[in-house]
């Protein structure tokens, strides 16, 4: 299974409004509603930001938000918030090897 | 309140074994799937193997398929990770994570260092 395409990296300045977008194929992101995104500051462990493409966890800002058209999911901030700068990935349901991760992209608030 | 405390891991040699456990706390752990995913130093997260709440059912990923082992005992709410034939790609972190739908809690994760 190979992985999800992101973009390395993304940047913004506080206020403003990102997407970062999660390629996959029509055997993980087009075919199931099983996208979840993790927030990962350095050091630390990954944090589930999204899942089911859009639902957000109890305690997740509502700046974040998720969507998927076909096989690409894409993970939106607005109002960036310093804070918000951190690494994101993507993951889909795959089937039989059940997880496939992104890349990672690298978000830089300016 | 959900904590998950990987241990086990260290400094292994070439073809050594290490065996990781995971700590359960704060939910019913024999309700839920769990998974093993690895972030190698600098790179991306991998997933590397999942196990049903009642462990019949056990998948892996193609890296680690026929040298990883994944099992848990949940009357001691603990998950593990048995790995044999270690090779120098298998360095990362390795964190437990709770769920198959999508992965909820995460633990801190424990460094696996393979060489010599």
């Known amino acids: 299974q190979s992985a999800l395409t992101q973009p390395a990296s993304v940047s913004g300045s506080p206020g403003q409004s990102i997407t970062i977008s999660c390629t996959g194929t029509s055997s993980d992101v087009g075919s199931y509603n099983l996208v979840s995104w993790y927030q990962q500051h350095p050091g630390k462990a990954p944090k589930l930001m999204i899942y089911e493409v859009s639902k957000r966890p109890s305690g997740v800002s509502n700046r974040f938000s998720g969507s998927k058209s076909g096989n690409t999911a894409s993970l939106t901030i607005s109002g960036l918030q310093a804070e918000d700068e951190a690494d994101y990935y993507c993951?889909?349901?795959?089937?039989?090897?059940?997880?496939?991760f992104g890349g990672g992209t690298k978000l830089t608030v300016l | 309140e959900v904590q998950l405390v990987e241990s086990g891991g260290g400094l292994v040699q070439p073809g050594g074994s290490l065996r990781l456990s995971c700590a359960a706390s704060g939910f019913t752990f024999s309700s839920y799937e769990m998974n093993w995913v690895r972030q190698a130093p600098g790179k991306g997260l991998e997933w590397v193997s999942y196990i049903s709440s009642s462990g019949s059912t056990i998948y892996y990923a193609d890296s680690v398929k026929g040298r990883f082992t994944i099992s848990r005992d949940n009357a001691k709410n603990s998950l593990y990770l048995q790995m044999n034939s270690l090779r120098a790609e298998d360095t990362a972190v390795y964190y437990c994570?709770?769920?198959?739908?999508?992965?909820?809690?995460w633990g801190q994760g424990t460094l696996v260092t393979v060489s010599s």
């Open positions: 993951c889909s349901y795959a089937g039989s090897s059940p997880w496939v």
């Open positions: 994570a709770r769920g198959v739908r999508y992965l909820d809690y």
